[in-house]
């Protein structure tokens, strides 16, 4: 049995979010806000597509010593990205630290609504770079496209319960009114029901009440008592924990039960094949200020604490968990091994949801990750 939240009330949890709240006046009172023209672009909905407006706006007058190299030559990278999100994060890390600069381009935020927003900007040339899944560029390579993906990180959504609750195995999960962040093909779902069929022979969605809503919404539901778990993102299972619910097991844990023991990205940074031969340079400093800015944030607790208005954390135990959550999802390794893995987890993901996720394939399509990104 399935349910939907009202599009008004998902709509409302999300308005919540803001595009680096409070963080531009931190950085203008601190003095180290450089001058940087960003240029934004917003989706507008019509039928079932969405066409981006153009607009320029400017940042405050910069207070940083300019840098010895002529940012007019540098070439410009247009990322479209959430108002929301641990990417925001490592865009406020990179303006601050001038990685961009360092690393020889332009960082152009172009802020959107929602992940189809993304989508189509992407393929209507609107933004050059977004945060995306491979298994949507696996798709759509099938269909002739050539976008392609770098990975972003290897953050894990976990099943979260009352600190309480009797619920150990996935077999007592029978009969239990759950929460699912996103939608019936979300990816910590889907995995979570291949599990559940291999280990118990249950099959959840026939199994459950189960209600698809936005993580805020969810997280309201389960401190009122509403559901009896949620299955939701690591920032929001994050927050859960810091107000005594509990972790079942995480999506890291479902994928290394269903036989993947090397950790697989699923989000990353999806662009042009042929954007990125024209781009090698740029590309190649973005992806290295993006690790640079991580490796920032693994090591240095005070930058978490300047990051603290952007977390939407409400203190400093909130703030401490989500860094440890963010830092354990950080990923090491990008290599042979690692699509290897993705691959099969594209095998056992198919196997659950068929066309709807993988469009039919039951391999990922050849070019899906980008040759050249490594480490």
């Known amino acids: 049995m399935q349910s939907m939240a009202s599009p008004s009330a998902i709509r ?65 990278i247009r990322i479209g990205a959430l108002k929301f999100g641990s990417v925001a994060w490592e865009f406020d890390v990179i303006a601050h630290h001038r990685l961009d600069r360092k690393h020889g381009f332009s960082l152009d935020i172009v802020p959107l609504a929602s992940t189809q927003a993304l989508k189509v900007a992407l393929q209507a040339g609107g933004v050059d770079v977004i945060l995306a899944d491979w298994l949507w560029v696996s798709r759509i390579r099938q269909s002739g496209s050539d976008v392609t993906f770098a990975p972003y990180g290897a953050w894990a959504g976990a099943l979260m319960v009352p600190a309480a609750s009797k619920t150990r195995t996935l077999g007592d999960l029978a009969g239990l009114r759950i929460g699912v962040a996103g939608g019936p093909i979300n990816k910590n779902w889907l995995l979570l029901q291949a599990l559940a069929a291999k280990e118990e022979g249950l099959r959840l969605a026939d199994e459950m009440e189960i209600v698809f809503a936005a993580p805020p919404l969810l997280r309201m539901e389960m401190q009122t008592g509403r559901l009896d778990a949620v299955l939701t993102y690591w920032q929001d299972a994050a927050m859960l924990q810091t107000i005594g619910f509990r972790r079942m097991i995480d999506t890291a844990e479902v994928a290394r039960r269903l036989g993947v023991s090397r950790r697989v990205p ?61 830092r354990r999802g950080l990923l090491e390794h990008w290599g042979e091994e690692e699509r290897h893995a993705a691959e099969a987890l594209f095998g056992v993901l198919s196997g659950v949801a068929g066309t709807p996720l993988t469009g039919g394939q039951t391999r990922l399509a050849p070019g899906t990750f980008w040759a050249e990104d490594r480490f």
């Open 12 to 76: 409302q949890g999300f308005n919540r979010s803001r595009w680096f709240e409070g963080g531009e006046k931190r950085r203008r009172d601190a003095g180290v806000l450089r001058r940087r023209s960003i240029r934004w672009q917003v989706g507008m909905t019509l039928a079932a597509a969405l066409f981006l407006l153009p607009a320029v706006t400017h940042a405050p007058p910069a207070m940083a010593q300019p840098s010895l190299a002529q940012p007019s030559l540098a070439q410009s």
């Open 266 to 326: 699923f989000l990353g940074y999806v662009f042009s094949s042929a954007w990125a031969e024209s781009r090698r340079d740029a590309l190649r400093g973005f992806l290295a200020a993006s690790r640079e800015a991580k490796a920032i944030l693994r090591h240095s607790d005070a930058e978490w604490e300047r990051l603290a208005p952007l977390t939407r954390t409400d203190g400093a135990t909130q703030l401490h968990t989500v860094r440890d959550a963010y």
